[in-house]
């Protein structure tokens, strides 16, 4: 069964940095997968941010995000990581990880197989 947990969340200024982490486990070591970010503030859809797909890292950001976000995965650890940089209190949100077979390069596309518990970022102004 895979499971993924987050971690890394908190309070931060706005202009300061927060990265997250996510934990993947379940997974057989051969396995191609992909671990995207998603993001939900209250009252708002969850949407993705990043994707990162194992085989070959390509990653993809979502617009608001491009420039700011930085992705990354170690593999070995089952380990994807996100760099959130320059933070503004539109980031705020509970901040999610999802792995499926390969990244979807929609924002909007929610249908990942697996989700983990979500964590929370809060940027003050």
């Known amino acids: 069964e895979v499971r993924l947990v987050e971690s890394g969340g908190g309070l931060v200024q706005a202009g300061g940095s927060v990265r997250l982490s996510c934990k993947a486990s379940g997974f057989a070591w051969d396995d191609d997968y992909a671990i995207a970010w998603f993001r939900q503030a209250p009252g708002k859809e969850r949407f993705g941010v990043s994707c990162?797909?194992?085989?070959?890292?390509?990653?993809f950001y979502e617009d608001s995000v491009e420039g700011r976000f930085t992705i990354s995965g170690d593999f070995a650890k089952n380990t994807v990581y996100l760099q959130m940089n320059n933070l503004t209190p539109e980031d705020t949100a509970r901040y999610y990880c999802?792995?499926?077979?390969?990244?979807?390069?929609?924002?909007?596309?929610?249908?990942?197989?697996?989700w983990g518990r979500g964590i929370q970022v809060t940027v003050s102004s």
């Open positions: 999802a792995a499926d077979w390969l990244c979807s390069y929609d924002p909007t596309f929610v249908n990942y197989d697996y």
């Open positions: 990162i797909y194992k085989r070959d890292r390509s990653t």
